[in-house]
């Protein structure tokens, strides 16, 4: 590492690794989907699609709810699955709201991405069986480190104590 380097704090990172995995994981599903000749499908769409499949029409609150991610976070989601030709929306119980459904081509598809979700999470549990300390126990240890004490407020004290944020 360069002088010009060392006052940088994004060289040094726990949070990227993390992220860094998360993102090569959804690429290498991606990878599978243009294997297939599936075009224009996101694997951060799958799980909407399925559960809109299964469930049938939601509003875009009610399927943000059910996938446990912000309005505003689906409702852009939403949009660009509405781009790619795999869902429509129509206007839903009241002025403000829209309800959200599968087109025929998300329809075709969905038997498929089933297919692939269950395919996928047999390869994580191969992969934990090869792992010392399973990932799914990660993610509970930390949540249960979280609901202890929250990132914001990790975060928060950090921040209160730094002459730079206050």
């Known amino acids: 590492m360069t002088d010009e380097h060392v006052d940088d704090p994004t060289e040094r990172s726990r949070w990227r690794p993390v992220r860094l995995l998360l993102s090569a994981l959804d ?21 909407e699609l399925i559960r809109l499949h299964r469930r049938g029409p939601m509003t875009i609150a009610e399927l943000a709810r059910s996938v446990q991610v912000t309005h505003s976070g689906e409702s852009q989601k939403v949009a ?3 781009a790619a ?8 119980p009241d002025a403000r709201s829209k309800r959200v459904t599968l087109t025929a081509k998300a329809t075709r598809l969905v038997d498929r991405l089933a297919a692939e979700w269950e395919a996928t999470e047999a390869a994580i549990a191969d992969l934990e069986d090869e792992l010392p300390y399973p ?24 921040l209160d104590r730094d002459p730079r944020w206050v």
């Open 85 to 92: 030709g795999l869902v429509r929306t129509v206007p839903g």
């Open 135 to 158: 990932l799914t126990r990660v993610v509970t240890d930390i949540q249960e480190a979280l609901a202890r004490r929250s990132f914001h407020d990790r975060i928060r004290d950090r």
């Open 80 to 82: 660009a699955m509405r």
């Open 27 to 47: 690429d290498e599903i991606a990878t599978i989907y243009a294997e297939a000749a599936i075009d224009g499908l996101r694997p951060t769409w799958v799980m």
